[in-house]
């Protein structure tokens, strides 16, 4: 059916500058988004369908969505004109929000100019820019970039990288990380078994998998399990988040990072940091590893990156990079790989990140944030703990069941919110870093109310 059965009117907030409270008109979801789904079912993989019927069976709440038409700022509406406060900004990837103004006049300007280059055959000019301002966030020596198109795209380049300097094919992961779902990420994909299981044949049996720790006890056997896994010598990499974002943002003790850094050095592996989340400011630093102090060797960017586009980035330094230079042709691409449009969205994002001094104010803001949260969530049963750095923030919660209620006891209030964790027991909030303190402060009571009730 066309999409003309969608209304064309401006649904409430539309015309606003993206930081209205919520109005929530018609109980979500509305019969037009329900009219919408059912459209969707027919046409779309029944993955995602069979997932939320198996959490509304979990919860006892009905799962179905609400459809969204159009976003500015912090605000998003669905089609049947509700407006709510978006705290999950496309899974923590719109840093400056919906509909940022620097990035589609940058695209706009682009789109004009040049659409499509011809890849790593005859560059265009802004991915050479993109290049260069990519390589200025590696610390060490003449850092080189590898684009691709997503965070899977860039963790797949990461490890390909890592096999190519070490010459060996194994690899530590965590329990309870995510990297995405190509092949290369999904053998290191600790969240989900059921991720990997049909497809375990075809993946690298050489992954081994050692817990995220949380305190400095976990943290300690965690280095164990990782240098009994370097000691066999086939290691060429460890691969971490410096904070487990999809794993219930999690955030390791001080020093565990770097103790894992000097354990690979001394074994000769690589360490590959997977800043998508993280990085560019989400968790109040431009990265994560860099403000800590952990001397990583290959950064990971995605998500943000774009502004919403998808483009993503590998960086490591040239004598790891040199690696790709061999006799026999080996290259990592793809037809819209660093294309002029994303590459020229990037550029803006990483501007406007730096007019803003946005990666500090997110600091700043998460901190308040958590402190606000803890006192509304004081007194309210269920609530386990509430963590994270920057606008990264975790609510964790006693149960799966209670977190997909909260979730959708939030859209009811005007609040989009997502579940995550092992068990998807974490509320996980990752606005945009712009999005003004009033929202937030509305946001911890709504989710105080929807916990008690």
């Known amino acids: 059916m066309p999409n003309s059965e969608l209304p064309l009117t401006a649904a409430p907030g539309a015309g606003d500058g993206g930081d209205q409270m919520p109005d929530v008109r018609v109980p979500p979801p509305g019969p037009l988004s329900r009219s919408a789904l059912e459209r969707l079912e027919r046409v779309e993989c029944p993955a995602f369908g069979r997932r939320r ?42 840093l400056l929000g919906h509909a940022a103004e620097p990035v589609r006049r940058a695209t706009e300007e682009q789109m004009a100019r040049l659409t499509l280059a011809l890849g790593d055959v005859y560059s265009a000019d802004v991915k050479i820019a993109l290049l260069e301002r990519l390589a200025a966030l590696h610390p060490g020596p003449s850092p080189m970039a590898l684009l691709g198109q997503s965070g899977s795209d860039a963790v797949t380049a990461a490890i390909k990288t890592a096999a190519l300097a070490t010459g060996r094919p194994g690899l530590v992961a965590f329990e309870g990380a ?29 992954v081994t998998f050692a817990p995220y720790p949380r305190d400095g006890e976990s943290a300690a056997r965690a280095v164990d399990a990782i240098e009994a896994a370097l000691r066999g010598g086939e290691v060429g990499a460890v691969l971490l ?16 990072l770097r103790a894992v850094c000097e354990a690979a050095r001394r074994r000769g592996a690589l360490v590959i940091a997977d800043e998508i989340w993280t990085g560019l400011g989400r968790s109040g630093a431009m990265t994560r590893t860099g403000e800590i102090g952990a001397p990583v060797d290959i950064l990971c960017f995605g998500k943000g990156l774009g502004g919403g586009l998808p483009i993503s980035a590998c960086v490591a330094p040239e004598p790891i990079m040199r690696a790709w230079a061999r006799e026999a042709e080996v290259v990592h691409t793809s037809t819209h790989s660093g294309s002029p449009v994303a590459s020229s969205a990037a550029l803006a994002t990483l501007d406007a990140l730096d ?13 308040r944030f958590q402190a606000t949260l803890r006192g509304a969530l004081a007194r309210v049963p269920g609530v386990v703990d509430v963590r994270g750095a920057g606008l990264m923030v975790g609510v964790e919660l006693e149960s799966a069941e209670l977190g997909l209620r909260a979730m959708r006891g939030m859209l009811a209030e005007g609040y989009l919110v997502l579940t995550g964790g092992v068990r998807g027991e974490t509320l996980t909030l ?24």
Request: aromatic fraction near 6%; charge should be neutral.
């Open 53 to 94: 019927e198996a959490r509304a069976q979990k919860s006892g709440a009905d799962m179905l969505p609400i459809v969204l038409s159009r976003g500015r700022g912090a605000n998003v509406c669905d089609v049947d004109g509700n407006r709510y406060v978006d705290l999950c900004a496309g899974f923590g990837a719109l």
């Open 178 to 206: 995510y990297h995405g779902l190509g092949y290369a990420p999904l053998a290191a994909c600790g969240l989900r078994e059921s991720y990997r299981a049909p497809f375990a044949e075809q993946l690298n049996r050489r």
């Open 241 to 256: 988040e410096p904070i487990l974002g999809r794993g219930g943002c999690v955030v390791p003790p001080e020093g565990f």
């Open 355 to 367: 007019a803003g001094q946005l990666a500090a104010r997110s600091r700043d803001v998460g901190a």
């Open 430 to 453: 990752t606005p945009a870093l712009t999005i003004p303190e009033a929202l937030l402060s509305a946001a911890a009571d709504a989710l105080a109310r929807a916990l008690a009730a």
